[in-house]
């Protein structure tokens, strides 16, 4: 989503400057265009051709030696921004940007500048909450300027507190956030991922490999894109994304209960997890122990609830998006669990494929519905979300 997006990289001189260059290069991984302006300070910890060279464009310090272009060049970076960000801000330019106080490049740039800001402070724990600075963030905060959070950590200054400077990626995933449409607000998802997992006895239970990778992305996405998103997840090793509500779950009968809870309140539920569709018949309170007896057939199990199935038979106006994980008969399995499950689409993949399936950062799946099979490419999961989601908003309206 930050393909083809102007973001104005601001940088100031505090010691978590020495990260800047990672969030311009992840700025341009995602293929957005950068300029950067650094202030005379910043210049101390990294040098303007770490910037040239990450940024493929000029970069900018000093106000008053651009002879070489016609531009008026604050002002054209200003109108040129879809988005300022300050990485790392100063306690120092946080209190000129508050103050109105334009006396180098890159504070004229923001003075000149309608374009929304975002900032990323960092700095020792003291300076952040001073007076000063906390009455700056405030002013700033009341002209909508954007101020993300801080990380608690030991500083560079060996001070234990808040005032490090998020990392490059979580920078990245705010921009992100900010710049994308917000196609699909208003509408209230439900997305499951990830695996259940089926307790045996107090140290053994069953699974599978699914890691919630796909479910994630599609949750990340919807919220990105404006949607109110639920995401019940099994047990996963993922960071929860922003959501606005995460709900844990362990077993499928969990799952089951907690989709339950939300469903008539849902526009679209995406059923991306993988729940066991088998328990063991019996939980053994006490660890079973390797005896004779047991050696053979411990395992008796029964039938887990199928999910999808149960409120796909109560649907109303509800899309429902099912996934299919197959090794075979792909095309044929997934159309019988289109119709059986009552989906509007489902979204197959080989898992015996390379970069398909459980565990991976890519998908390669064929969407089938009513109609027509579509075959597509390997892709990030990532991109295969929005893909689905761009299918829902079609069939929304
Ligand atoms: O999590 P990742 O590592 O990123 O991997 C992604 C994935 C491979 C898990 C995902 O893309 C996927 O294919 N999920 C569905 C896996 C699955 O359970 O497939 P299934 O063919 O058994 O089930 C079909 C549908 O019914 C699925 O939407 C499933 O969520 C649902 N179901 C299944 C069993 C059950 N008891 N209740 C259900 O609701």
Known sequence: MLKGKKILLCVTGGIASYKSPAICSLLRKNEAEVKVIMTENA????????????????????????????????????????????????????GKFANGIADDMLTTVLMASRSPVMIAPGMNTFMLNSDANKDNMETLKKRGVIILDTATDVLACNDYGSGKMLEPAEIVEEIDFLLTTKDLSGKNFVITAGPTMEPLDPVRYLTNHSSGKMGYALAKCAKKRGASVTLISGPTSLNPPKVDKFVSVKTTRDMFDAVGEFFDESDVLIKAAAPADYRPKKYSEEKIKKTAKNDLNILEMEKNPDIARHYGSLKKDQIIVGFAAESTNIYEYAK??????????????????????????????????????????????????????????KLMS
């Open 43 to 94: 210049t101390k910890f990294v040098t303007p051709l770490t910037f040239q060279t990450m940024s493929n464009n000029v970069c900018h310090v000093e106000m008053f030696n651009q002879l070489f272009n016609m531009d008026v060049e604050h002002i054209s970076l200003a109108k040129w921004a879809d988005v300022i960000v300050i990485a790392p801000a100063t306690a120092n330019v946080i």
């Open 336 to 393: 019988q669990k289109l119709e059986k499950k009552n989906f509007d689409m489902i979204v197959v993949n080989n898992i015996k494929r390379e970069g398909a399936g459980f565990g991976t950062d890519t998908n390669i799946v064929s969407i089938i519905d009513k109609d027509k099979v579509d075959d597509l490419e390997i892709m990030s999961k990532t991109d295969l979300a929005n893909e689905i989601l761009d299918r829902v908003k």
